[in-house]
């Protein structure tokens, strides 16, 4: 099984016989739920021939003689990556990829190049026919909500929104930090189509007291426990009423990839992408702050204070993150180009948790002085705002350009960030590499 530090592209991408090598009854357990039997015969049932079923495409009349361990002939060439296109594989249980920042050159990102960060199994059913929200918890007034009921009793709005995964960056802290090495790709800004959170609460009725919100999703836990939530985290009860948090069930015009959630997810911009739960299914109300998986411990936190590369800090010293830092992205050249001519056009994103973006300067000389460069606004709040800029190098030879963005509040990036234990938030500049013939 690949780990977060392994990156491969999407023809290498592991199977589900990789997984099955190491220990084929524990692997049993953990993607169907099979307990297997002294005569070496796995017993699927339930979930776990749910799950075996919908990845087939068919029932299996004989499953119960299936032996343990035992991978169908027809997954043999399942690629993990199904509808995406040139992302890079970190980690294929669960699965994560990351896109290279030359494929983010389009205002819109595209659905087959919009990253994937799962934490859990796909669900085996992702369709939309008998999807149900659940609104609970705090509330005066519980919901059960179809997907047809959010399109038909609340204002359907689409908005290009950023999703960008907290550890987007991690790869370049030193010492490392654990998890998925992302380095510049787990972002992205996609048109979402869906209703606003705070309509569908404010129907519900809001409790007084109410201070978090909580989600769930349909995604199965890693170990097969069906009591188990991979993950779960929720927002304040102000964040939650913002314009841009959205239920969707539309990206980019058409359904939602299976992979970034479909049928139906949250879409939280400005705030860790794991706050954007995935296959929801209930957000309940809380009169304190949610506890859910990866709410707690140093899950999604950060140190309230610096510290030393390498140092332990006790869990109570850790802060929640909420709003994104200050970021931009150069998309256009890639890294490592080979440049004719002296002037090449260059061009990026930036964004910034829950603030616009007030400029955004390159250099091409190692940061002894700056360029403006032309900035779009955003389509609307929520989304990164494009720039563009023509560059002259003076003569042939190795540049690097770099890129800083400046937001609305006067924060800019940093040419390197202070490490943390879990290798969150790394906003230091962006730097891509070109030879000049």
């Not at 809001?206 to 989600?215: F, M």
């Not at 314009?243 to 911009?269: C, H, K, Q, Y």
């Not at 390498?310 to 080979?338: C, H, Y």
């Not at 061009?347 to 779009?376: Q, Y």
């Amino acid at each position: 099984m690949s780990k977060g530090a392994t990156m491969m592209t999407k023809s290498a991408a592991k199977n589900l016989f990789a997984f099955f090598e190491g220990d084929p009854e524990q692997a049993d357990r953990a993607v169907f739920g099979r307990e297997s039997y002294p005569d070496r015969r796995g017993f699927l049932g339930g979930a776990g021939l749910a799950a075996m079923g919908a990845m087939l495409g068919a029932a299996i009349p004989f499953h119960r003689n299936m032996p343990a361990g035992f991978v169908p002939a027809a997954l043999a060439d399942t690629d993990v990556l199904q509808g995406k296109d040139g992302l890079v594989l970190l980690n294929d249980r669960p699965i994560n990829a990351e896109t290279p920042p030359h494929l983010l050159d389009s205002p819109i990102t595209s659905n087959e190049h919009f990253f994937v960060r799962n934490n859990g199994n796909v669900p085996p059913d992702t369709s939309a026919n008998g999807w149900e929200l659940t609104i609970d918890g705090l509330v005066d007034t519980p919901l059960k909500l179809t997907i047809a009921d959010l399109k038909e009793q609340f204002e359907v709005v689409k908005l290009a929104l950023v999703i960008e995964c907290g550890g987007n960056g991690r790869f370049f802290f030193s010492p490392p930090a654990g998890g998925n090495q992302w380095t510049y790709g787990a972002v992205g800004c996609a048109y979402f189509t869906g209703v606003r959170l705070r309509d569908v609460l404010k129907k519900a009725g809001v409790k007084e007291g109410v201070i978090y919100t909580a989600h769930e999703g349909a995604d199965p836990h890693l170990s097969g426990d069906p009591a188990r939530l991979p993950i779960s985290r929720g927002l304040t009860i102000e964040k939650a009423m913002a314009d841009d948090v959205l239920i969707a069930f539309e990206m980019n015009d058409t359904e939602i990839p299976v992979l970034n959630g479909r049928p139906l997810r949250l879409v939280v911009s400005g705030w860790p992408g794991s706050c954007s739960q995935k296959w929801l299914t209930r957000i309940w109300l809380r009169d304190v702050v949610h506890d859910g998986p990866k709410m707690g411990g140093t899950s999604y936190r950060v140190p309230r204070y610096p510290v030393a590369p390498g140092q332990d800090v006790p869990e109570e010293d850790f802060d929640i993150i909420m709003r994104m830092p200050v970021k931009s992205l150069i998309t256009n050249p890639a890294t490592k180009s080979d440049v004719s001519g002296k002037a090449v056009d260059v061009r990026g994103h930036a964004w910034s948790g829950d603030r616009t973006i007030e400029k955004v300067d390159v250099s091409i000389d190692f940061g002894a002085s700056w360029m403006p460069t032309d900035l779009a606004p955003p389509v609307n709040f929520g989304a990164w705002q494009n720039w563009k800029k023509t560059v002259t190098f003076p003569q042939a030879g190795y540049y690097e350009i770099w890129s800083r963005a400046t937001d609305s509040a006067g924060a800019t990036q940093p040419y390197a960030v202070g490490w943390n234990p879990k290798g969150y938030l790394n906003n230091s500049m962006h730097r891509v590499a070109v030879n000049v013939a």
